[in-house]
């Protein structure tokens, strides 16, 4: 059973509007979350995190909310720019908890394309 | 420039045959991954290691051996066990688990 939900594989913006990626999990022990960016044929690159006890947090174009109520976490990019295209991988970790419920679980991904 | 180095970036595998992908990290990290990402799906955890001469079964650790006698070192052998071994094969590691992981660049494994 899928405990890191990325529902959208896809997703097509126009460059300079906003980016809007969504994930939602179902463990309720996730404490911790990260975004990372990958293009074809790389590893992910690690974009930005958040602490449960936070529900923003921004690092430049990048934001991401977290809504704990809902177990949903959302990735912000604006504004959008074409090499902002790749799959964004969402992440999450019971990181309290440590050993191997420390690990990272990763959703499916989704792959964005921003057009010029 | 610290970072991860995976080797080689394709490998082919004959059936039947072991194969051993190798894993460097320069960044100091004490733990480290192996992970599996298939066309359309999300990245499957191996096995990981938080500590040198320790390690630990992942989600699919079936078909698949590791190593850890070194910190900076990696190994992960693709087993004949392994019946459906054609994907990427991504390294990363961390200071401890839970924390931001950083990634190699990837292997990519093909039977012949």
Redesign the interface.
């Known amino acids: 059973d899928q405990q890191?939900k990325?529902n959208s594989?896809s997703l097509s913006v126009q460059e300079g509007r906003i980016s809007i990626l969504n994930c939602d999990y179902t463990n309720s022990m996730f404490d911790?979350f990260?975004w990372?960016k990958k293009y074809p044929?790389?590893?992910?690159?690690?974009l930005i995190?958040i602490s449960s006890i936070k529900d923003k947090n921004e690092d430049g174009r990048f934001t991401v909310f977290l809504n704990k109520s809902a177990k949903h976490l959302s990735l912000h990019i604006v504004p959008s720019q074409p090499g902002d295209s790749a799959v964004y991988?969402c992440a999450a970790?019971?990181?309290?908890y440590?050993?191997?419920q420390?690990?990272?679980i990763?959703?499916?991904?989704t792959k964005l394309s921003v057009k010029p | 420039d610290g970072g991860i180095t995976q080797s080689p970036k394709y490998l082919f595998r004959k059936e039947g045959q072991n194969v051993t992908l190798s894993c460097e990290q320069n960044l100091n990290h004490d733990a480290m991954y192996w992970y599996r990402q298939d066309p359309g799906q999300g990245l499957r955890l191996i096995y990981y290691s938080q500590i040198v001469n320790d390690f630990q079964k992942g989600d699919i650790a079936e078909g698949y051996s590791v190593s850890r006698e070194k910190k900076e070192s990696f190994p992960l052998t693709v087993t004949s066990a392994q019946k459906n071994p054609t994907a990427f094969y991504l390294c990363a590691s961390s200071y401890l688990t839970g924390q931001p992981q950083h990634f190699g660049d990837g292997t990519r494994l093909s039977i012949l």
């Open positions: 890191v990325q594989p911790y990260l990372y044929a790389e590893g992910p690159t690690f995190s991988f970790s019971a990181k309290n440590g050993g191997s420390g690990n990272l990763f959703g499916k991904g």
